[in-house]
């Protein structure tokens, strides 16, 4: 499982991805490193994300949130909700910001306003996230990769809907 990475948040209590790439590639790289065969890892990402209502959102796109504690952390992924990649994808458009990319974490991102003037930042997987990821797995030999879950695509709809399902099928398998 390389998702939820941020239930237990020991540094700042800002919005983060929830699979940042380097987090997920360590602990992969520590299974082996540990003497675990990588033929029996399989990674799993997320095709889901966490909006998260901001106490406060800089200029620089920094989300301070509620602090949640969790098993001994002062902050969690509690401060936030699971959003369905689906539905992420249907407020782009109405976002302030477009979906925007955080090179260090290797993860895309929103912002937007609510009806009650709250501030929120979306942190997901995409095709552009997930296919690094899927590279990984290629170059270093694991059993496979595999999405949780299949239910937060959009099956039916417009063409663009359909394109975006696609391609996040398509981001599974390393190119």
């Not at 994300?49 to 969690?76: M, V, W």
């Not at 501030?119 to 997901?124: A, D, I, P, R």
């Not at 995409?126 to 990984?136: C, G």
Request: hydrophobic content about 35%; some cysteine; aromatic content about 14%.
């Amino acid at each position: 499982m390389s998702y939820d990475e941020q239930s237990q948040v020991w540094s700042r209590c800002i919005a983060r991805a929830n699979a940042p790439y380097n987090q997920t590639l360590a602990g992969y790289d520590n299974y082996t490193f540990m003497g675990i065969n990588q033929k029996k890892l399989v990674m799993g990402v997320p095709w889901y994300g966490y909006d998260y209502p901001c106490q406060n959102l800089s200029k620089t796109h920094e989300c301070i949130i509620e602090k949640i504690a969790f098993r001994g952390a002062p902050c969690s992924d509690a401060a936030g909700r699971q959003v369905p990649y689906k539905t992420i994808m249907s407020q782009v458009n109405s976002s302030l910001s477009g979906i925007l990319w955080d090179e260090e974490q290797k993860a895309p991102y929103l912002e937007y306003q609510d009806s009650g003037d709250v501030f929120h930042q979306v942190w997901f997987d995409d095709p552009r996230s997930i296919s690094q990821k899927a590279a990984y797995v290629k170059k270093h030999g694991l059993r496979g990769i595999g999405m949780w879950n299949a239910n937060c695509l959009e099956y039916s709809g417009s063409f663009e809907t359909k394109q975006q399902t696609e391609a996040m099928w398509d981001a599974l398998m390393p190119k």
